[in-house]
């Protein structure tokens, strides 16, 4: 069997939501962040922490390719994507890509 060139880019992304009164007020911002970058960039996202928090927001990024430079590529117009949405401010982000066999 040849060896697997799959590489994973995994993105940790933690958001503040200063306006955010409610968790409704978060749940939109998420959606609207969600939506915007599974349509612009075609990663999976899901909120992975501090669900019950209004004003921040972690999210977990995933996409795949067989070139890592794509991918630190993509990962890294896709932060810049994020900030430009002007919804949340990046607080903290974590960029981790790595062979998948």
């Known amino acids: 069997m040849a060896a697997s060139h799959m590489r994973v880019a995994m993105l940790r992304l933690v ?3 200063p306006g955010s009164k409610s968790l409704k007020d978060k749940r939109s911002v998420v959606a609207r962040v969600r939506d ?3 349509n612009q ?6 909120e992975v922490d501090d669900l019950d928090v209004r004003d921040r927001a972690v999210l977990g990024l995933a996409l795949v390719s ?8 993509r990962m890294d117009q896709l932060l810049d994507f994020v900030e430009e949405l002007h919804v949340a401010e990046v ?5 981790v890509i790595q062979p998948f066999s």
Request: hydrophobic fraction near 45%.
């Open 41 to 46: 960039f075609g990663v999976s996202v899901a």
């Open 66 to 73: 067989n070139d890592a430079r794509l991918l630190q590529s």
């Open 15 to 17: 958001l503040g939501i």
């Open 36 to 38: 915007r970058t599974r």
């Open 91 to 95: 607080l903290d982000h974590k960029l």
